[in-house]
């Protein structure tokens, strides 16, 4: 269990590495975006944002997934070969052509999502259908082979020339919510170009290893176009929130929302790398019995790593808003605990989903996710509007919530007989009352302003570790590889200490030891 632990973590922290950046980025230049973009541009953009990656799932007809799950099937190089070619040109023609009919119908399509005509701003959206699509694909590549350098490399490089890009279009030539889009897609289509030139053994319908065969995308389609209904139904989670704030609750909330789901990434990063470096190993496990084992092991690990990072969030959400966006935009702290929780619930989703791609029972996770999506619907017209519960964008981020834990049990119920595994519920149900229970209170009890109330905050977050030692979360083997853990790394830091005090006294004296 641990090498396969440890392949997780090393890969992870590598797909990590282009979204730590990036959002770490976005949210230092957030104070400077939110300055020259209005609440109701930051809104839009936002929308047509998730509008694109919305479209992209229909575009990819599910060929990104099942060509993970089909590239585990047979170490024969030829077929893998083959199968990557098949699947990368197939998505880039359907994307080009839908860009192509994308650009030729930019006015009514703006009107019909935003509410107002402006075609250039759907151009820049339409750049992002074709380079999000295929830069997915492209990074698919590199994440089956675990080729982590090169992954980091182009997200780096992606990373570096966005914020270029975006700053130069946004705070110098004042392009607005145009900007935000353009600098953003404009990039990540650059990368394209350069993974394909990387790639080209592997982009294209012909190679050394034989044409593509119709059979290996008829076979991957069977797979993958199950999965688009399921993962529109699951992205539209996200897309229904964020719209019916825009057009039918306020262009001003929307923008304010969009700010919370920026900072609420926080904890997205790690649910991204999470979700890139998790399906190629949990494919590449032979064995139910030990896949079971592991996936059991990691739901509560992934579990207790980003709960934590989500109670902070509650915590001290009022002075990451402060910090980071413009006075305008403070109303963003009421939805963020609430975004932070719900990017945590579809992280454990995920781990549910390699349960019906190893055993090709793809289309369970359509009624599941069609479930959430149906109560995400409720949930908002209940929660949202002053008709209702009247709780505004908090409402909007509860709703979110409660549609994810929807899907939760409706995946387990759903695949608990494709492969019995025995979750440490007991554990995870304690996890759940300590966190809510430290975070709750805080938010309850201590101040909410002043460097005071943050210090005072920041303090009783080390609760969690304390009560989760008190109350014998950790298993005895567990605590027992931490000591050793912390042993090894005394043991690393007084060897450094030793070598440098040893190179110190060698330039004072070179002639010592003679």
């Known amino acids: 269990m641990r090498g396969y632990l440890k392949r997780l973590l090393r890969t992870g922290a590598a797909y990590q590495f282009g979204d730590v950046l990036a959002k770490a980025i976005a949210l230092v230049t957030i104070p400077l975006y939110t300055r020259h973009v209005s ?73 019909a999502l935003l509410g107002f005509r402006d075609p250039l701003l759907i151009d820049c959206a339409t750049v992002g259908l074709w380079a999000f699509a295929n830069l997915e694909m492209a990074y698919a590549q590199l994440r089956v082979d675990e080729r982590v350098r090169a992954y980091v ?11 270029a890009f975006t700053v130069a279009l946004v705070v110098i030539a004042h392009q607005g919510a145009r900007g935000l889009l353009l600098g953003n897609f404009g990039a990540s289509a650059l990368v394209v170009l350069a993974l394909w030139w990387t790639l080209r053994g592997r982009v294209g319908l012909r190679s050394p290893a034989g044409r593509a065969r119709a059979s290996d995308l008829r076979a991957m389609l069977r797979f993958g176009l199950p999965t688009v209904s399921a993962d529109a139904s699951v992205y539209g989670l996200q897309v229904a929130d964020r719209f019916y704030l825009y057009r039918g609750y306020s262009h001003a909330a929307a923008g304010d929302y969009s700010v919370a789901l920026q900072l609420a990434t926080v904890v997205f990063v790690f649910v991204r790398g999470f979700q890139y470096a998790w399906p190629p190993l949990a494919y590449s496990i032979a064995s139910d019995a030990e896949a079971a084992r592991l996936y059991s092991l990691v739901t509560t690990y992934f579990a207790l790593a980003t709960g934590v990072v989500v109670a902070a969030v509650a915590v001290l959400g009022r002075w990451l808003v402060r910090l980071l966006a413009a006075p305008a935009f403070f109303g963003a702290h009421a939805a963020l605990p609430w975004l932070a929780l719900a990017w945590m619930l579809y992280g454990l989703y995920h781990v549910t989903i390699v349960i019906t791609g190893r055993a090709r029972a793809t289309a369970r996770n359509v009624p599941a996710a069609a479930a959430g999506l149906g109560l995400n619907i409720a949930l908002l017209l209940v929660l949202v509007p002053r008709a209702g519960a009247g709780l505004g964008i908090s409402g909007a981020g509860i709703a979110l919530c409660g549609a994810y834990l929807a899907m939760l049990a409706a995946m387990r119920l759903l695949t608990r007989r494709l492969l019995p595994i025995s979750f440490e519920w007991r554990r995870l149900a304690q996890l759940a009352a300590v966190l809510a229970a430290v975070a709750v209170a805080g938010e309850l009890l201590l101040p909410r302003s002043g460097f005071a109330g943050f210090a005072l905050r920041a303090l009783w977050l080390a609760l969690i570790p304390g009560l989760l030692v008190l109350t014998r979360f950790f298993h005895p ?3 027992a590889l931490a000591r050793g853990l912390l042993r090894d790394a005394r043991l690393r830091v007084a060897t450094f200490r030793a070598r440098r005090g040893d190179v110190e006294a060698y330039a004072e004296d070179p002639l010592r030891d003679l």
């Open 153 to 163: 490399y182009a997200s780096g490089a992606n990373v570096a020339m966005t914020v």
């Open 477 to 479: 083997h567990e605590r």
């Open 39 to 111: 609440r109701a541009g930051y809104g839009a953009a936002n929308s047509l944002l998730t509008a694109v990656i919305l479209a992209s799932i229909f575009l990819r007809a599910g060929l990104g997934e099942a060509f993970i799950r089909f590239y585990f099937d047979d170490t024969d190089a030829a077929r893998r070969e083959r199968i990557a070619r098949t699947a990368t040109a197939t998505v880039a023609w359907i994307t080009t052509i839908a860009s192509l009919l994308a650009l030729a119908l930019a006015g009514p399509l703006s009107r």
